[in-house]
């Protein structure tokens, strides 16, 4: 009888009825890892399956606990005011928080709206006279400038015409002084 043959025994047996291969120590040891890694909140000491010792940092660890931890605004006043008030402060901080485009100490830039624009989009903007030039330029997808706008000191809004612009994704880069700050996309859909 050839080695490759199967002995009588299990000839007539399913495949279904042979029974499964021993574990190794490997795959013993990485499925403990993942139950201690999820049952345990921080584990400060654990085993990979290659016998590496493995220790979290405190330090990093004391950051993202840190991070997570709900803190209090630093605009936060005692004063009783009224729901209207309160939920106007609340809008205005929400805008200024989520919908910069651009924010530092000599720039304040709005993300463009409405986002998707039809006729026409809108940008806010406040500008320092320590910056010399601040412009917007529009692109297609493919690459090749559209148009651009400059920024006035003075004023604190922009209008961006769209009504001769294609329906699609164009994206939208602000500069200050030759230099690129941040680019973000704008969908034009035409009603």
Same mark, same amino acid.
């Given at each position: 009888?050839?080695?490759?043959?199967?002995?009588?025994?299990?000839?007539?047996?399913?495949?279904?009825?042979?029974? !499964?291969?021993?574990?190794?120590? @490997?795959?013993? &040891?990485?499925?403990?890892?993942?139950?201690?890694?999820?049952?345990?909140?921080? !584990? &400060?000491?654990?085993?990979?399956?290659?016998?590496?010792?493995?220790?979290?940092?405190? =330090?990093?660890?004391?950051?993202?606990?840190?991070?997570?931890?709900?803190?209090? !605004?630093?605009?936060?006043? &005692?004063?009783?005011?009224?729901?209207?008030? /309160?939920?106007? %402060?609340?809008?205005?901080? %929400?805008? %200024? /928080?989520?919908?910069?485009?651009?924010?530092?100490?000599?720039?304040?830039? %709005?993300?463009?709206?409405?986002?998707?624009? +039809?006729?026409?989009?809108?940008?806010?903007?406040?500008?320092?006279?320590?910056?010399?030039?601040?412009?917007?330029?529009?692109?297609?997808?493919?690459?090749?400038?559209?148009?651009?706008?400059?920024?006035?000191?003075?004023?604190?809004?922009?209008?961006?015409? &769209?009504?001769?612009?294609?329906?699609?994704?164009?994206?939208?880069?602000? @500069? =200050? +002084?030759?230099? @690129?700050?941040?680019?973000?996309?704008?969908?034009?859909?035409?009603?």
């Amino acid at each position: 009888m050839s080695s490759f043959a199967q002995t009588n025994e299990n000839r007539y047996k399913s495949r279904l009825d042979v029974k !499964p291969k021993q574990k190794t120590m @490997s795959q013993i &040891t990485t499925s403990s890892f993942k139950k201690k890694a999820f049952t345990y909140f921080q !584990p &400060t000491h654990l085993t990979l399956d290659r016998n590496i010792n493995y220790q979290r940092s405190a =330090a990093i660890s004391q950051y993202f606990t840190n991070s997570l931890m709900v803190q209090t !605004p630093k605009n936060y006043s &005692t004063k009783t005011e009224t729901p209207i008030a /309160l939920a106007e %402060s609340k809008a205005e901080e %929400s805008f %200024s /928080l989520e919908d910069k485009l651009f924010d530092n100490d000599k720039i304040s830039v %709005s993300n463009i709206y409405p986002n998707p624009a +039809d006729d026409a989009a809108w940008i806010k903007y406040n500008i320092s006279s320590q910056v010399n030039e601040v412009k917007i330029t529009f692109y297609n997808v493919l690459g090749s400038e559209i148009k651009e706008e400059i920024l006035d000191k003075d004023a604190n809004i922009k209008s961006i015409s &769209t009504k001769d612009w294609g329906n699609g994704i164009y994206l939208y880069q602000l @500069s =200050a +002084d030759g230099r @690129s700050l941040v680019t973000k996309k704008l969908l034009v859909r035409h009603q």
